[in-house]
């Protein structure tokens, strides 16, 4: 009889161990995505390129962090979605939330792509 109780009970914890983990796994930097790509335009003899910043996790993300060493451009680019805070850095979408399935998109235009790796991120507790 004992062999059985911590069998159901090992069996159960095993249980909630997965529907926990399943459903309340929290987000990371990782769920943070970055895809580029050039859009054919040409600003001043330089290749335009979109960026798109989006969250992949179903939890909202704010105050999203790039590493983006003063976003070189020749052309403007879109304050709101992605502004330098320090020579290094970049925050993205004034630090408004970011929900899964609306990204924020800004293009620049320079010699060669830049990379965008993500610094940090705020991650809002999921409902």
């Known amino acids: 009889m ?13 249980f909630l161990c ?7 796994a929290p987000c990371s930097l990782a769920d943070i995505s970055i ?18 910043v ?6 909202l993300q704010s105050k999203v ?13 879109n304050g709101w979605a992605i502004r330098p805070v320090d020579e290094e ?9 970011i929900s899964r399935g609306t990204p924020v998109k800004f293009r620049y235009a320079w010699m060669t792509p830049q990379d965008f790796p993500v610094v940090s991120t705020l991650i809002h507790q999921c409902n």
């Open 54 to 59: 989006s969250n992949k996790c179903r939890c």
């Open 35 to 52: 895809s580029q790509r050039k859009t054919g335009g040409i600003v001043e003899g330089k290749p335009e390129y979109e960026v798109s």
């Open 18 to 24: 997965i529907i926990i983990g399943a459903h309340g």
């Open 65 to 77: 962090v790039l590493r983006c060493y003063g976003l070189s451009s020749v052309e403007s680019v």
């Open 2 to 14: 004992g062999s059985l109780r911590k069998l159901f009970f090992s069996s159960l914890l095993l």
């Open 89 to 97: 850095r970049c925050l993205v979408g004034d630090g408004r939330a």
